[in-house]
């Protein structure tokens, strides 16, 4: 089982792409469930947002999850599966543990640092487990871009550094109206976005706010909250609102148009000499695209927000790069202890093993030599453990070592064929509900009434403590429940990010023929490149 991550986002379709793709309420959950009810799919989440489209899933086959998972996502959207492709990009096993982890850190963001990803994420991450398709694998992985996240945030300049959409929008907006100090606003919808936009304009110095929403209360809510002359008016009073306002941000979860231009021109914008602006960050689009012709009308949505110049803002390229170098750390400690986690089934089921031989043996000597007294016993069966323990020991602390390493998956396979365990013996131990203390083994039978055959007993390391270090069964279950993801390497910056290790190098014209023509985009090596960096 290897992540997978199919999507789309403002760095790889326009904004109409976008706004016919994006997935709210109930849709939502309709998708989550197709995807994990699909051949190849193990688990999945999905975060979708106002900039991207994004399906996690925990997959069996590349190629069979690829298309599976972007005809779906054409099936829901009404997006034709041709035209989606062009816009879709796949990133697979360690890259796609990277994508998450930038995507976390706000690297991927349209504004980049923006801090509202990480609550997206956490929705995303919620939403899955309360519809039951999010299993170890995924939560692990999207537990700790979380945590990489704040990590982000609390240890770089990037969350100062780098400004919210609203703030950037607001920026534009100035520069069209001239400081916000005194002007009049209407904010449409009282969601986290407007209420930012209205705080925004609070601290600003505006004249007045008005605060439409679907909701009375929630108006009401938001604009007592305020520092500034604020009021609530019903959607019905909108029409009314708009002739006063300067300055009207609109964000709603609207399926169609809430401002049009005859609505618009109707109170006098466009008509009276003043100078307007309208700030769109809906999707889709609350405000219609004509109403940015009218006379002295400024209209600025998520399109012209991620301009270069707009919406890349002024990040430190330190900060910017400081966090690259916390993801690229902290990816390569995830891999590193999920590889280390896979062999660890592996090393109990030899353990195990060692432990039903020694038993066996044990037994067999009891019926040999029935002669001999309880001390003699014990010192043999002690004696015996020690020799197993101590043979045993170094290969398993070794194997732990190197499967932390790209590739470290072939040592457990080894391991495997070396020992002739049963191939199914690690995965049983892998979903076992283990405990400090293993399970005794039984002695063989005739064998009762040995003196090393009354009470439980294994092969000493797989006791509660090795001396040496070597592994707690209650330990290696622990670590059985990091995700796994296996080693692969990236092909090339316009193919797919990393391919199935059976399927060498799979190039974009591959993934095209066998993956429902999915271009997978990939940036070349280490972290993604921030979105405020010129090519």
């Known amino acids: 089982m290897s992540v997978l991550v199919v999507g789309l986002s403002h760095r790889s379709a326009p904004v109409p792409v976008l706004e016919r793709t994006a997935v709210t309420g109930d849709d939502l959950a309709k998708l989550l469930h197709a995807v994990h009810e699909s051949p190849n799919v193990a688990e999945t989440a999905i975060v979708s947002t106002c900039n991207r489209v994004e399906i996690y899933a925990v997959v069996d086959k590349f190629h069979g999850g690829v298309s599976g998972i972007s005809e779906l996502l054409a099936l829901h959207s009404g997006v034709p599966l041709e035209e989606l492709s062009r816009h879709l990009y796949v990133h697979y096993e360690e890259r796609a543990v990277q994508h998450v982890f930038a995507v976390a850190c706000g690297l991927e963001s349209m504004v980049v640092g923006e801090g509202q990803i990480l609550g997206q994420l956490r929705t995303a991450f919620r939403l899955a487990q309360d519809e039951g398709t999010l299993g170890r694998d995924l939560h692990d992985v999207l537990q700790q871009a979380l945590r990489v996240g704040k990590r982000a945030h609390a240890e770089t300049g990037i969350d100062q550094a780098g400004a919210s959409l609203v703030s950037v929008g607001l920026e534009v907006a100035a520069g069209h109206l001239g400081p916000l100090a005194g002007v009049r606003a209407l904010v449409v919808g009282a969601g986290s976005m407007s209420s930012l936009a209205a705080a925004t304009l609070s601290r600003a110095g505006a004249r007045e706010v008005v605060v439409a929403n679907r909701t009375h209360a929630n108006a009401v809510r938001l604009a007592e909250s305020l520092e500034v002359p604020a009021r609530a008016v019903e959607l019905a009073d909108l029409d009314a609102a708009l002739a006063d306002a300067d300055l009207v941000v609109s964000c709603t979860g609207a399926t169609g148009l809430v401002l049009t231009a005859p609505q618009v021109a109707a109170q006098g914008v466009g008509g009276d000499g003043r100078d307007r602006f309208f700030l769109d960050l809906a999707l889709p689009h609350d405000v219609d695209p004509a109403v940015g012709a009218l006379p002295g009308v400024r209209l600025a949505g998520l399109d012209e927000l991620r301009t270069a110049q707009e919406a890349a803002r002024a990040i430190g390229p330190e900060a910017v790069e400081a966090v690259r170098r916390i993801v690229r750390d902290e990816v390569e400690a995830f891999l590193s202890a999920a590889r280390a986690a896979a062999v660890a089934p592996t090393v109990v089921a030899l353990r195990t093993k060692a432990a039903a031989v020694v038993e066996s043996e044990l037994a067999r000597l009891a ?89 439980a007993r294994t092969v000493e390391g797989t006791r509660a403590a090795d001396e040496s270090g070597g592994a707690r069964v209650a330990d290696a279950a622990q670590a059985a429940r990091v995700a796994r993801v296996s080693r692969a390497e990236c092909a090339d910056a316009d193919c797919v990010s990393a391919a199935p290790a059976d399927a060498g190098a799979v190039d974009a014209g591959t993934v095209n023929a066998q993956a429902a023509s999915v271009r997978a985009v990939s940036a070349r090596g280490g972290a993604p490149r921030g979105e405020g960096e010129q090519s």
């Not at 101590?390 to 391991?415: N, Q």
């Not at 283990?434 to 003196?451: H, L, R, W």
């Open 367 to 455: 019926g040999r030599l029935p002669e001999l007294d309880e001390r003699a016993a014990r010192e043999i069966q002690q004696t015996v453990r020690r020799v197993a323990d101590k043979l045993l020991h170094a290969p398993t602390v070794r194997v732990k070592e190197l499967a932390a390493a790209p590739g470290g998956d072939s040592y457990a396979d080894a391991l495997r064929r070396l020992f002739d365990l049963d191939p199914k013996a690690p995965v049983a131990v892998a979903r076992a509900d283990m405990t400090a203390e293993t399970d005794a083994v039984e002695p063989a039978p005739g064998s009762a009434s040995a003196p090393w055959s009354g009470s």
